[in-house]
């Protein structure tokens, strides 16, 4: 395995937004498809890539752009360390530093939209990250490693040790990809109360960055719920179609929810699917040697 | 095919319409017109936008508005007025407060005409606003190329 690592990190970046960009031309499709509508071209969000790059713009401040810029940076960077397989907890922090780039740069702006998107992503932020640290602590009680190749590779059904894990992370993937009905951050949607919310103020290029790096952590995020499933080729395929599926699904039938309560959905979720399914398991693993 | 063409996002502005137009604007969204089928999306900012609508005549408070978001708004940019109010004012035009149609504000590219406007015009309005948005952008990269090639001229001139 030693050695391909780094040609899979170089792939990573540069066909990963093609197939982030694929994952939400499905979405929009499927989306489509649900409402009864015909939707727009699979494609879509590559016209609209191109077209954001192409765009003219002069930024609110010169602030914005550099700080934009730093986040698909560390965006690509989280990427890059999770298929090289450096340790996975040093990518949440990664992870959480393009974020929080993401939510300066909204703050720099001074639109209310943006201010209040922006308070809104830091919320979600400490809603999805326990859940995120357990689902990293109980893979690694289950495969014995922090790497993505030793775990994938442990080709365990890991799926059937944390089924509660696996719930409670798709549970707080609504929320990092910004799904209904978690969406109170920002959403392509206008007729939300905060218009654009995080988006709100970026425009062109600005805009193009925060959509890439969107793929990018879309890309990741994906082959993280891939290692519940890495036992064999079936189970993956399944698993990540269930889980797409769902998550789209749940977009379309959930209404927006207040942000008290998507914070407080979110650790009951993660107390009970999360430490629910963790203190059992380790009970029960630490009986068997 | 350009790409500002396959992608004309939208922002939508009420004027002082009755709101009649708007919910034909809205209707345009609907699965029975489905405007995402042109890769339209209907956003908040005008700095994301790339088509203008605006419904209802304008008059002395909101004309401000109305040319700001258009400034906001980065270039090429189209407007289409939607409905009898916003190319002419309508039955509001000799109003005190009301300055006319949009037209006496900002260049208007696209008129939709109606009272109400049907979703299927305005539709029609959005697809030509996104070919005339096509042909600004053709000229303004000539334009711009000239400006280059202007300057080198210059420069080697020196």
Redesign the interface.
Known sequence: MKGIEIYIAIAYVVLGPLLGGLLDGFDRVITARLQGRVGPPLLQPFYDLRKLFTRRIRPVNRLQLPLIASHLVFAVLTGVLFFYGSDILLIIFVLTLASIFLVLAAYSTGSPFSTIGADRELLLMTAYEPMIIIALVALFGVAKSFNFYEILSSAMPIYLYLPGIYLGLVFVLQMKLRKSPFDISASHHAHQELVMGLTADMGGPALGMVELAHWYESVYLFALVLLFFSSSWVSAIVGLSVTYSLIIFLDNVTARVKWQRALSIAWLVTLVAGAGNLIPFYLISRGTP | MS??E??P?L??YDASSCNGCDIEVLACLT?VY?A????C?????P??A?IFLVTGSVNHLNAPIVKNIYDQM??PKAVVAIGACAYSGGVFAECYNVSGGVASTIPVDVYVPGCAAKPESILDGVVRAAQILKEK?KAMRATRKAERKGRKAEGAQR
Do not use: C, L, Y
């Open positions: 790409s500002i396959r992608s996002w922002i939508h699965p489905d995402e089928r042109f890769g999306i209907v956003t908040g900012d700095k994301q790339d980065p270039e952008e």
